[in-house]
């Protein structure tokens, strides 16, 4: 009986690390754990908005973190009932933090509207919808931000608003300017703004490259940015090659650098999650498993995150390679 506990634990842990994590466990929502952001969207799940509330007073003027919430919960509002984010306004007329997640919640639904087929599989009607959605949601943008001018999250959505109208790139530049002049390394906006460089929206290849560069070359250590030319490469050319080009010097150049800036990055840094998920599957490819497994346990039941939200089965898929990189490692570990 002494014997049982552990040996109970250590089946455990083989089953979960080593084996298939059951999907129920997994959140697809989130790209790493957040305690308070869980509860709050299990409460609004139940019509209770005060916990949200509580959220973004303790975020105070960490636009980071703010911009994560009011993302979330608003997918929440949108994908489910906002009767809680209605209550949650009538309560408090006029707060900024509601403004906000009612502004992003807009633009979600406008997404969702869209649907994730390419748009040539895209119907006319859905795009028409779409676009009215999104024209409607400029208005929820401007009330937010005039609630709170210093805060840059309103403008962040404002980014979803110019991918899918196809704002010209000098309105782009203008917008990119006044997110910037608030917060010049803020993660969110830049992953978002480097859609918008892509070829695959309004860009093109060197507009998406050059863009992750200059903003990466001119942050500082610590701020996760230095991740942006590894997403750029994804974006450009994950399609084309194999694991030889995930191989190449070049694109281990990129890993690594990006390893050791989320190395320097505040271990509560609410985006590191995401930073994690994408260096787990680049190690993976580059038959790093060991590399690989250390990003992956600490973000393991998490799948909202690059690569995985590029699949229809995303968690499956994450579970498939998450499982493979720890059979490999463990291999690795075996004396030879």
């Known amino acids: 009986m002494t014997l049982l506990l552990p040996v109970c634990l250590l089946l455990l842990w083989y089953w979960l690390w080593y084996g298939l994590l059951p999907l129920r466990w997994q959140n697809s929502h989130l790209a790493g754990p957040d305690v308070a952001l869980q509860r709050a969207c299990r409460a609004a799940a139940r019509g209770r908005w005060e916990p949200a509330a509580q959220l973004f007073e303790d975020a105070g003027q960490d636009w980071e973190r703010r911009s994560l919430y009011a993302k979330r919960l608003g997918y929440l509002a949108a994908r489910k009932s906002d009767r809680w984010l209605k209550a949650w306004q009538k309560a408090r007329p006029g707060d900024p933090d509601s403004a906000l997640v009612v502004a992003r919640t807009k633009i979600q639904y406008a997404w969702n509207l869209r649907g994730n087929a390419l748009g040539q599989y895209t119907s006319r009607s859905r795009f028409e919808r779409f676009h009215r959605e999104l024209f409607a949601a400029q208005d929820d943008i401007k009330q937010a931000f005039a609630l709170s001018p210093d805060d840059p999250s309103p403008l962040v959505a404002e980014i979803w608003r110019a991918l899918g109208l196809g704002y010209p790139n000098r309105e782009m530049l203008a917008l990119w300017s ?12 830049h992953t978002s703004a480097l859609q918008y460089w892509t070829a695959k929206w309004r860009g093109s ?32 050319h994950a399609e084309e090659v194999g694991d030889a080009g995930f191989r190449s010097p070049q694109v281990r150049v990129l890993v690594d650098t990006a390893l050791a800036d989320a190395a320097l990055a505040e271990p509560n840094h609410p985006r590191l999650p995401e930073v994690r998920h994408l260096l787990a599957y680049f190690l993976y490819r580059q038959g790093r498993y060991r590399a690989a497994g250390e ?42």
């Open 295 to 336: 990003q992956f346990r600490q973000v393991d039941g998490f799948t909202d995150a690059l690569p995985w939200r590029y699949y229809f089965v995303g968690p499956l898929y994450y579970r498939a390679v998450r499982t493979k990189t720890a059979r490999k490692a463990l291999r690795e570990r075996r004396p030879r």
């Open 178 to 189: 006044e997110i910037t002049t608030r917060a010049p390394h803020h993660f969110e906006a």
């Open 205 to 236: 290849k060197k507009l998406a490259r050059e863009f992750a560069e200059r903003a990466a070359a001119s942050a500082p250590p610590g701020s996760l940015l230095a991740v942006l030319p590894l997403i750029a490469w994804y974006e450009n």
